[in-house]
């Protein structure tokens, strides 16, 4: 298992920042929209992320449709050459996930399991950011499904769209 701590100060500094689709508009780092997906840059440490928010969201327990209260739920790829990570794949469920589950991410058929810390879920290791990452540029859509610490499960729907162009952009701007 894989934990990249400095990332996950990064990831944090972002929930605080506000950075879903209501405070892209506002925010000075965003650098580029990509049909559905965003591109952001920062300078101090360099990284740069492409990120998008769910088309779909559906909250159950037991079987049954229920509100459920969450924070930002975010689908990310980012680069950060000072820490080594390359196209790291990254999902925010906007709620802790319950503790020692995994996170299921379904891209046109194949599945992928994400393990989870917090509110935050990763791929276990570069080899499988890779082969998601590859998929996301073949797919028409994301869909991640997790379970909250209070028992609901959450399946969340991404559009691909505009993927691989804000993933390339990203990836540019943090070349070198």
Do not use: H
């Not at 405070?23 to 650098?31: G, K, R």
């Not at 952001?40 to 209260?69: F, I, L, Q």
């Not at 990452?133 to 769209?161: C, H, I, N, Y």
Request: with cysteine.
């Amino acid at each position: 298992m894989r934990i990249n701590k400095g990332f996950v100060g990064f990831v944090s500094a972002l929930a605080l920042i506000g950075m879903a689709a209501q405070a892209q508009d506002q925010s000075t780092n965003l650098v580029a929209e990509k049909t559905d997906w965003s591109v952001y840059e920062d300078t101090n440490p360099k990284e740069c992320w492409s990120v998008s928010v769910p088309t779909k969201t559906v909250n159950t327990r037991d079987g049954r449709v229920v509100a459920a209260t969450r924070g930002q739920i975010l689908l990310m790829v980012f680069y950060r050459p000072g820490s080594g990570a390359n196209a790291q794949v990254t999902f925010t469920g906007g709620y802790p996930f319950a503790s020692g589950s995994k996170v299921n991410l379904d891209i046109s058929g194949s599945n992928y399991a994400l393990f989870t810390d917090g509110e935050w879920a990763w791929p276990e290791n570069t080899a499988e950011d890779s082969k998601i990452v590859d998929a996301m540029k073949r797919g028409a859509d994301a869909t991640v499904t997790g379970l909250s610490s209070r028992g609901t499960t959450t399946k969340d729907t991404f559009s691909l769209r505009g993927f691989t162009a804000a993933l390339e952009e990203a990836q540019k701007r943090c070349a070198g």
